[in-house]
């Protein structure tokens, strides 16, 4: 039966391993992979308040799980989904102190702090990334795109942008958010013609992409 619902999960079909997991709990009650199994199904399917419900249990059932980074790592990525940035951040500050450079939970915190309007903040921690993890492509491309928000960037920061931005493309140059973000930089630095390839260059791999689609519209205005 642990097969079938792992076979149910590979295949993305979340809804009926959820129904599996739950039978074998039922036979096992306490084994910590089921249940860890059964709280990741629940945030496939979107149900982050259940998701977290079990990750607390096995918090506090089986703390030297193998997964237990893991589990808090999803425990805050349930509470972001769930747009409760104060119990998400309070988390991440709280595993820092364990983890200090952890960049998974400082990516977190990161965007914790541009969705709420910290982009100064969100930036420090880009940099901070950055400097424990010189090739960590979601920060290369977040702190250019950040630094291009900025209404009055220094040139000390527009060459900074450029750098993170050109580095995360150099690592995955048909990436569509990086040629995104790039583009956004270029459009930014009066540069339309640039930016306008950028773009094309990015729809190319993801014709739907809707940010690219309003940039590209945006353009011919």
Not at 57 to 70: G, R
Not at 130 to 144: F, I, K
């Amino acid at each position: 039966m642990a097969e079938d619902y792992v076979s149910y999960m590979q295949k993305g079909n979340y809804a009926l391993a959820l129904t599996l997991i739950d039978k074998e709990i039922n036979n096992s009650p306490n084994d910590p992979v089921l249940h860890y199994n059964f709280a990741l199904c629940c945030f496939q399917t979107k149900n982050f308040k259940k998701s977290i419900q079990v990750f607390d249990h096995i918090l506090q059932e089986y703390p030297k799980f193998i997964e237990i980074d893991n589990v808090y790592r999803l425990k805050v990525f349930s509470y972001i989904e769930l747009k409760d940035w104060s119990s998400a951040e309070k988390l991440i500050q709280e595993r820092l102190q364990f983890s200090l450079n952890d960049p998974k939970l400082l990516s977190f915190l990161a965007h914790i702090y541009e969705y709420t309007h910290r982009l100064d903040e969100a930036i420090e921690i880009h940099r901070r990334i950055l400097q424990s993890t010189p090739d960590y492509r979601n920060s290369l491309n977040s702190l250019g795109y950040l630094l291009a928000l900025k209404e009055h960037p220094t040139p000390a920061e527009k060459k900074e942008a450029i750098e993170s931005l050109k580095k995360a493309l150099m690592y995955d140059p048909e990436n569509p958010a990086y040629l995104d973000s790039f583009g956004f930089l270029l459009q930014k630095s009066g540069n339309p013609e640039s930016a306008w390839k950028a773009f094309q260059k990015g729809l190319k791999q993801n014709p739907n992409h809707p940010v690219l689609l309003e940039r590209l519209k945006n353009l011919r205005k």
